[in-house]
């Protein structure tokens, strides 16, 4: 029986023909357009606090706040770009600061999925080259590999983030010139991509030890290639599949445990905020006497909205690189 070709050119059209990838990566699109067209904004505005003006008001199309606490000084006039921002400053209400959530949602959303991508291409990287060089090697060092795997795996996970960022804090801040926001991303994408690999090593290691054994492969190896052609030349190649989907899939994976841990404190430190940050905030506006439901329900939404494109993508990609699924096919 042959065994079926992956082309990019198939794998395009059963992607395009299922819905809910579509619709996923639809809405993946719009929210990153909206986090990145927003950014100039955010990134500016984001901690304008007003506390005797806007101090948990609901959403609204007036604005809350005064003109000028979007100038540098009371004496600057506005320019064009404080003016629409001032425009856009309540339309998703204000927090217990006064502060605008619509521009820390946007920043919150572009935070998260940047997390999100660096710690995923971190995981990849490591469990790609982690399982590849475990079952093409083979022999004892498979067995030390595989077994250190299995250590992991029995340890908290919880634990092993806090372990990373106390051990990484100092000399991650020294080598960022102590910049607070730009280290507690840094330990935050490389502690979560640390630890998250183990799943994606032994999916690459069942891969390799199956394609170690097709002629293709003693083929190269008659011809005098040595394992790292073999490697690269002729098993990457065929791993591409796994490889994608699985990147794809961790995504959101690294964002919902940046999320929880931010929720927990141990992620993004305020004022910076992040989707879990933003979450973990509005729980605590939410109460039997009065409730500020805006923010609670804008970051949940948003953090919901995220993870839902992100899965069906992946779950499109899945079944676009699987020559032999069918799922895909259904519209």
Same mark, same amino acid.
């Given at each position: 029986?042959?065994?079926?070709v992956i082309t990019i050119?198939?794998a395009?059209?059963?992607f395009?023909?299922?819905?809910?990838a579509?619709a996923g990566l639809?809405?993946?699109?719009?929210?990153?357009? %909206?986090?990145?067209?927003?950014?100039?904004f /955010?990134i500016r505005?984001?901690?304008?606090q007003?506390l005797d003006?806007?101090? #948990?008001l609901p959403?609204?199309?007036e604005?809350?706040?005064?003109?000028?606490?979007?100038?540098?000084?009371?004496?600057?006039?506005? &320019? #064009?770009?404080?003016?629409?921002?001032?425009?856009?400053t309540?339309?998703?209400?204000?927090?217990?600061?006064? =502060? /605008? +959530?619509?521009?820390?949602?946007?920043?919150a959303?572009?935070?998260?999925? &940047?997390?999100?991508l660096?710690?995923?291409?971190?995981?990849?990287? @490591?469990g790609?080259?982690?399982?590849a060089?475990?079952?093409?090697?083979?022999g004892?060092l498979?067995f030390v590999?595989?077994?250190?795997?299995?250590? +992991?795996y029995?340890? $908290?996970?919880?634990l092993? @983030?806090?372990?990373?960022?106390?051990?990484?804090t #100092?000399?991650v801040?020294?080598l960022? &010139?102590?910049?607070q926001?730009a280290?507690?991303?840094?330990?935050?994408f490389?502690? @979560?991509?640390?630890?998250?690999w183990?799943?994606?090593? =032994?999916?690459? =290691?069942g891969?390799? +030890?199956?394609?170690?054994s097709? $002629?293709?492969?003693d083929?190269? =190896?008659a011809?005098?290639?040595?394992?790292?052609?073999?490697?690269?030349?002729?098993l990457?190649?065929?791993?591409a599949?796994?490889?994608?989907?699985?990147a794809?899939?961790?995504? !959101?994976?690294?964002?919902?445990?940046?999320?929880?841990?931010?929720? %927990?404190?141990?992620?993004?430190?305020? !004022?910076i905020?992040s989707l879990?940050r933003?979450?973990s905030?509005?729980v605590f506006?939410?109460?039997?006497?009065v409730?500020?439901?805006?923010?609670l329900?804008?970051?949940?939404g948003t953090?919901?909205?995220?993870?839902?494109?992100?899965n069906?993508v &992946?779950?499109?990609?899945?079944d676009?690189?699987?020559?032999?699924?069918t /799922?895909?096919?259904?519209?």
């Amino acid at each position: 029986m042959k065994t079926p070709v992956i082309t990019i050119p198939g794998a395009w059209r059963r992607f395009r023909g299922n819905r809910s990838a579509r619709a996923g990566l639809f809405l993946l699109g719009l929210l990153s357009i %909206l986090a990145l067209g927003g950014l100039p904004f /955010s990134i500016r505005w984001y901690n304008t606090q007003a506390l005797d003006r806007a101090v #948990r008001l609901p959403p609204a199309f007036e604005p809350s706040v005064p003109l000028d606490r979007f100038t540098e000084t009371p004496e600057t006039s506005p &320019g #064009r770009g404080a003016s629409v921002a001032h425009r856009m400053t309540s339309w998703l209400g204000h927090d217990d600061l006064g =502060r /605008s +959530l619509l521009f820390r949602l946007l920043l919150a959303l572009l935070i998260s999925l &940047g997390i999100g991508l660096a710690a995923a291409t971190l995981t990849v990287l @490591i469990g790609t080259t982690w399982g590849a060089v475990a079952a093409l090697v083979g022999g004892r060092l498979d067995f030390v590999l595989m077994r250190f795997v299995d250590v +992991l795996y029995g340890l $908290p996970y919880t634990l092993l @983030i806090i372990l990373m960022k106390v051990g990484l804090t #100092r000399p991650v801040s020294s080598l960022l &010139g102590f910049h607070q926001a730009a280290t507690d991303m840094v330990i935050l994408f490389t502690a @979560i991509g640390s630890v998250s690999w183990l799943t994606m090593a =032994r999916v690459i =290691r069942g891969q390799v +030890l199956s394609l170690k054994s097709q $002629p293709f492969v003693d083929a190269a =190896r008659a011809a005098g290639a040595g394992p790292g052609r073999i490697l690269f030349r002729h098993l990457l190649p065929n791993l591409a599949g796994p490889i994608v989907v699985y990147a794809t899939l961790a995504v !959101p994976q690294a964002i919902l445990q940046e999320s929880f841990l931010s929720f %927990l404190g141990i992620g993004i430190r305020p !004022p910076i905020p992040s989707l879990g940050r933003l979450a973990s905030e509005g729980v605590f506006a939410v109460n039997g006497y009065v409730s500020y439901w805006w923010l609670l329900l804008y970051p949940c939404g948003t953090l919901f909205l995220t993870l839902l494109a992100l899965n069906f993508v &992946g779950d499109g990609l899945r079944d676009a690189v699987d020559p032999k699924s069918t /799922s895909a096919l259904v519209v």
